[in-house]
């Protein structure tokens, strides 16, 4: 197969290109070459795809399957897909986001998607980007677009910083604030069964879109936690407390505690997406203790999380020692 990949240095991005490698595959890169380089054996094209011209070395191309995963405005999906119609089939990494609110618990690809166009040149809005994205590739390419529908992503490489910040923490040790309930089902996949599913089913003709996320509770706030804690070999002491005290003291579920997502919240159908169209035609997702444990040997390695090679992330991920403390003492947990 030959693949092309839009990107390609980010998140996701490297992912798909590492299992395109991986399958012996031939590989092509494109982006503007600003952020990192390609894997051995993987050409690079330079271009700037927001720009007059700047898809032109695109020319006289000639691909099996394109990758993008896009989340600015949506023209340049569309411009791209022009460009690369030749292609056999486009796939476009999109998101769980696109979901107009509010979102019923059990969500299946027939729930409403947000009002978007194909031709937006505006970036202002993540659901709207996405669902333009979508639009985008489903006009030019049809049947032959697969729009994969992510939910949490988590995993080696993970540049938002989510399951890093927990590793951090939980590696400092003492007392840490953990969000109940215990038994919360967490919803997520890990990047590399992201990249498996979509060079699998790009590879085979499929399209149409696909909530691409574990089912809900492939595992819970717990058994996450007490991974982190034995990848970590960590002497920390996860210290549960309800969701009230926590959420009463303006603590952010998603960005101030990672992951998290408490019964009740405006954004809790996130983690109950129903995904058995995406496992019926082959998603598959690996244990926690896999995406926990290879995610701190590659941050241990790193160092610290990657800056993210698109749009920047707009809120602090995790939170603040002294806040967590005070939490610790009001609720006697220490």
Same mark, same amino acid.
């Given at each position: 197969?030959?693949?092309?990949?839009?990107?390609?240095?980010?998140?996701?991005?490297?992912?798909?290109?590492?299992?395109?490698?991986?399958?012996?595959?031939?590989?092509?890169?494109?982006?503007?070459?600003?952020?990192?380089?390609?894997?051995?054996?993987?050409?690079?094209?330079?271009?700037? #795809?927001?720009?007059?011209? %700047?898809?032109?070395? $695109? @020319?006289? =191309?000639?691909? *099996? &399957?394109? +990758?993008?995963?896009? !989340?600015?405005?949506?023209?340049?999906?569309?411009?791209?897909?022009?460009?690369?119609?030749?292609?056999?089939?486009?796939?476009?990494?999109?998101?769980?986001?696109?979901?107009?609110?509010?979102?019923?618990?059990?969500?299946?690809?027939?729930?409403?998607?947000?009002?978007?166009?194909?031709?937006?040149?505006?970036?202002?809005?993540?659901?709207?980007?996405?669902?333009?994205?979508?639009?985008?590739?489903?006009?030019?390419?049809?049947?032959?677009?697969?729009?994969?529908?992510?939910?949490?992503?988590?995993?080696?490489?993970?540049?938002?910083?989510?399951?890093?910040?927990?590793? #951090?923490?939980?590696?400092? %040790?003492?007392?840490? $604030? @953990?969000? =109940?309930?215990? *038994? &919360?089902? +967490?919803?997520?996949? !890990?990047?590399?069964?992201?990249?498996?599913?979509?060079?699998?089913?790009?590879?085979?003709?499929?399209?149409?879109?696909?909530?691409?996320?574990?089912?809900?509770?492939?595992?819970?706030?717990?058994?996450?936690?007490?991974?982190?804690?034995?990848?970590?070999?960590?002497?920390?002491?996860?210290?549960?407390?309800?969701?009230?005290?926590?959420?009463?003291?303006?603590?952010?579920?998603?960005?101030?505690?990672?992951?998290?997502?408490?019964?009740?919240?405006?954004?809790?159908?996130?983690?109950?997406?129903?995904?058995?169209?995406?496992?019926?035609?082959?998603?598959?997702?690996?244990?926690?203790?896999?995406?926990?444990?290879?995610?701190?040997?590659?941050?241990?390695?790193?160092?610290? +999380?990657?800056?993210?090679?698109?749009?920047?992330?707009?809120?602090?991920?995790?939170?603040?020692?002294?806040?967590?403390?005070?939490?610790?003492?009001?609720?006697?947990?220490?």
């Amino acid at each position: 197969m030959r693949l092309l990949m839009l990107g390609g240095t980010g998140f996701v991005g490297s992912a798909i290109v590492a299992e395109g490698v991986r399958r012996g595959w031939t590989v092509t890169m494109f982006n503007r070459g600003v952020h990192g380089d390609p894997p051995p054996g993987v050409h690079r094209l330079r271009g700037d #795809r927001t720009a007059p011209d %700047g898809l032109a070395a $695109l @020319a006289g =191309g000639d691909w *099996d &399957l394109v +990758v993008d995963t896009w !989340d600015g405005m949506p023209r340049a999906v569309r411009d791209a897909a022009r460009a690369l119609r030749s292609a056999g089939h486009y796939a476009y990494v999109s998101s769980c986001s696109v979901y107009a609110m509010p979102v019923p618990a059990g969500a299946g690809e027939e729930a409403t998607v947000v009002e978007a166009a194909s031709d937006d040149p505006r970036d202002d809005d993540y659901a709207r980007c996405k669902a333009g994205g979508e639009r985008a590739a489903t006009e030019v390419f049809g049947e032959r677009a697969l729009l994969l529908r992510a939910g949490l992503i988590l995993g080696p490489g993970e540049d938002v910083g989510r399951l890093p910040w927990w590793l #951090r923490r939980v590696a400092r %040790g003492g007392d840490v $604030l @953990a969000p =109940g309930p215990a *038994d &919360l089902p +967490v919803q997520y996949v !890990d990047v590399r069964d992201l990249a498996a599913f979509a060079l699998d089913r790009a590879a085979e003709g499929v399209g149409g879109a696909f909530n691409v996320v574990s089912r809900p509770g492939h595992s819970t706030m717990g058994e996450l936690l007490s991974e982190v804690v034995a990848t970590t070999g960590s002497d920390a002491r996860l210290r549960w407390t309800d969701p009230e005290p926590i959420l009463a003291a303006g603590v952010e579920p998603w960005n101030d505690l990672p992951v998290w997502i408490p019964p009740g919240h405006e954004y809790r159908w996130l983690q109950e997406l129903d995904v058995e169209r995406a496992y019926a035609a082959g998603l598959t997702c690996r244990p926690v203790a896999g995406t926990v444990g290879d995610t701190w040997r590659w941050l241990d390695r790193v160092g610290t +999380v990657p800056p993210r090679a698109g749009r920047p992330v707009r809120a602090t991920i995790g939170l603040d020692p002294a806040r967590e403390a005070a939490l610790l003492a009001a609720a006697g947990r220490t």
